[in-house]
């Protein structure tokens, strides 16, 4: 028993996807984000992903300062692996995206390794009341938006991060993305073990069908063999199902408010915590075992908690 296969969870605490009118649940002020964090880590999360939101209105925001206001205190009350997006929300820029973990110095940050349409609209079918007036045409106008991620944007943020000793989620949307992976890694500018988080379910990027994790599993196996650590994510309804077929098939797996605001069918999760707890049940069902964070650290070759600015 001893032997069994370590599975790293991800929560994804609160992200810029959703808007405050989808969920009561959905943390939005650092005091929220930071309990959220705890909690997800004290239900078996080894890492979690973190974005900034106004704690007035719950807009995506993407400030070193913003960021402060609850990574320490996660730091201070729980051993998380704490990931800060240099995604932060499509409609910013690179260098506005950047710079929390420019500054902030973390283990880990992840990477978009692509640019691509990012399509939040059809929301807007599902809700006809909005709390706040940005959150409308935020949604709206990924109709005609490009999410940015050029080559010369990924090379600047894996050079920086080599010199601050941060080390990557790679987080590929579609097939490309893997190849434009392994550009970076043949280059040396991307470093084995990559971390490579495949997801699904995003209107842009590859769907969320069996055949389409299996698909970018292939792809990686074929591009990276034994130079890369899987995960998955899957957006929305399709949360739990790809986790438990990533788990089957020897990956990791990502769960949260972030990805999905659900438990099940027309039930919301009223807490990150919530779908760890459910995704660590089913992942000891099949007899896995829950990777701590030091163990994550050990496995992804992070650099300690002790070397990060906060």
């Not at 996807?17 to 705890?38: C, E, F, G, N, R």
């Not at 691509?116 to 005609?144: A, S, V």
């Not at 080390?167 to 040396?188: I, P, V």
Request: one cysteine or more.
């Amino acid at each position: 028993m001893s032997n069994k296969r370590k599975v790293i969870i991800t929560c994804a605490v609160t992200g810029s996807i959703h808007t405050p009118s989808m969920s009561p649940y959905l943390p939005i002020t650092p005091k929220q984000i930071s309990d959220a964090a705890v909690e997800a880590h004290n239900a078996g999360a080894a890492i979690v992903h973190l974005h900034a939101r106004n704690p007035q209105d719950g807009r995506p925001i993407q400030t070193p300062q913003a960021f402060r206001e609850f990574v320490s205190d996660i730091k201070a009350r729980s051993n998380a692996i704490i990931n800060i997006t240099t995604g932060g929300a499509p409609s910013m820029t690179v260098e506005e995206r950047f710079q929390p973990a420019l500054e902030l110095k973390p283990e880990l940050a992840s990477l978009n390794m692509g640019s691509m349409n990012f399509g939040l609209f059809p929301m807007l079918k599902r809700y006809t009341e909005f709390k706040y007036p940005w959150e409308r045409p935020f949604l709206d106008g990924t109709k005609d938006l490009v999410f940015k991620n050029t080559f010369a944007d990924i090379e600047h943020v894996l050079r920086c991060g080599r010199e601050n000793g941060t080390r990557f989620e790679f987080e590929c949307y579609d097939t490309a993305h893997l190849y434009n992976l392994a550009h970076f890694l043949d280059r040396k500018l991307a470093t084995p073990p990559l971390f490579v988080q495949t997801v699904f379910g995003i209107l842009g990027g590859i769907g969320g069908h069996p055949d389409d994790v299996a698909h970018l599993k292939r792809t990686a196996d074929r591009l990276f063999g034994d130079d890369f650590i899987w995960s998955v994510l899957g957006a929305g309804k399709s949360q739990m199902g790809i986790a438990s077929i990533s788990a089957t098939q020897g990956g990791h797996v990502r769960v949260g408010l972030e990805d999905s605001l659900w438990m099940g069918p027309g039930s919301l999760a009223q807490s990150n915590a919530d779908q760890v707890h459910l995704i660590r049940n089913i992942l000891e069902s099949l007899g896995l075992d829950i990777a701590t964070p030091d163990e994550a650290r050990l496995l992804l070759q992070l650099k300690g908690a002790s070397q990060v600015n906060f």
